[in-house]
């Protein structure tokens, strides 16, 4: 089985709401990433149930027909904060981006360990479903996780992937993944 993991695509960051829309660059980068996933052979899409994750399957689903699985434990650590915070407005803070790179699911007012936990069980429930190419439409720090669970790695984050880009993996259980690919971004147009 080959997974596609996607991040979301950039979302509205100007009204300080916990599950923002995607904005226009955010709109554009999910139709540009549904005319790659059209040619694909994408059979399943599953997604967190996160409006900025949703409406960025959204275009894939019209597309191809097929219905969408939202899996709660794909949803970001964010998901029960006062606001969303993009990575480029932490960025701007050092000491806000240190505080955020030193234990960034806390940060976001999760428990690191049931976080990875709960994804990881989410991850599993897509392993599980069947399809020969699935794409999962979740968020930086799921993709961490399952990326950091692959690879053998002891933190949960190494990668900062960029909206609407795809990190591919085969296998067919948690025991037995491979990452084929971080970060693919070529399909957009900047």
Not at 38 to 51: H, I, N, Q, T
Request: with cysteine; net charge negative.
């Amino acid at each position: 089985m080959q997974i596609l993991m996607i991040r979301h695509g950039r979302p509205e960051t100007q009204n300080g709401a916990s599950d923002p829309d995607l904005c226009d660059v955010g709109r554009k980068q999910a139709r540009d990433l549904c005319a790659f996933l059209a040619r694909s052979g994408v059979a399943r899409l599953v997604s967190s149930p996160l409006r900025r994750a949703l409406q960025t399957a959204a275009p894939t689903a019209e597309a191809l027909g097929l219905d969408v699985a939202v899996i709660d434990g794909l949803a970001e650590a964010d998901r029960f904060g006062a606001g969303y915070r993009s990575i480029e407005e932490l960025r701007r803070e050092p000491a806000v981006w240190d505080r955020f790179l030193a234990d960034p699911v806390g940060f976001l007012g999760a428990d690191p360990v049931a976080f990875k936990r709960e994804v990881l069980g989410a991850f599993d429930s897509v392993l599980t479903g069947g399809a020969a190419k699935v794409a999962v439409f979740t968020h930086g720090l799921p993709i961490n996780v399952v990326l950091s669970h692959a690879l053998g790695l002891h933190r949960i984050t190494h990668f900062v992937p960029h909206y609407c880009s795809i990190s591919r993996l085969n296998g067919d259980s948690l025991d037995r993944l491979s990452v084929i690919s971080v970060n693919e971004t070529t399909f957009l147009e900047f």
